[in-house]
């Protein structure tokens, strides 16, 4: 059973040998007593061959003892056992090298599979808020993450920059219940006019973000009562 740990080199770089770590046994004993464990397939001599397989013996002894005293049973598993409990499993470890901010700003526009979203973030950081490039940032976060509930957000708050209520409402469904996402709800709610469901959305928030929202709507509305009343 071959266990190698293998550390990558460039593309087109020869691996030295150093890298190669193997250890092998000659055969797999724990895979054996757990198929005579578990398999309702009959075999004849079963116990026998299990006290044998579970014994402090040698490898080798095991395996001549078993052919000797239970031919039968012996070449029923190399036929239908033994070749199943042949496997090689391997290890194989590397390292990431992180992208620099700089790096990261044109792997995003050509290769942006290869960012992660915190790199993305540190990319628009470097764009002010608001600008296209800044906004950009984000629509690609969102098409390379789209089960992320930051990138949605992130997404969300972008489209209600835009008035694009139609994207802002799609990025929101998937964007959590964090107190970001529940203001940006009542955002989009007092957008489309419906004031009651934004109200509700701010009043689950208690933080000043949340309360002057609260505030603003309740003096616009008061505003709109007073002119229909006038």
Known sequence: MANPNISCAPRGTPLPAS???VASTPEDWQGLIKWLDDSGQALPDRQA??????SAMEADQKEQLMKRRYPAAWQQLLADVFPALRHSDYRVSYTIRPFSVEEARELIRTK???LSLNEMF?????????????????????????????????AA????N????????????KAG??????IARGVLAARRGDYAAAKHFFSQVDNDAARHNVSELTLYLNSISNQTIN
């Open 177 to 182: 219940q964090s107190e970001t996402a529940i």
């Open 112 to 114: 942006p599979q290869q």
């Open 19 to 21: 890298v190669f770590s």
């Open 162 to 173: 835009k008035n694009d209520q139609a994207a802002a409402e799609r990025y929101l469904m």
């Open 157 to 160: 708050i972008t489209a209600l």
């Open 122 to 154: 540190l990319v628009a950081n470097t764009y002010t808020p608001g600008s296209q490039e800044y906004n950009d940032v984000f629509d690609i976060a969102v098409r390379m993450y789209p089960e992320d509930e930051t990138a949605n957000l992130n």
């Open 49 to 54: 061959i299990r006290d044998i397989a579970t």
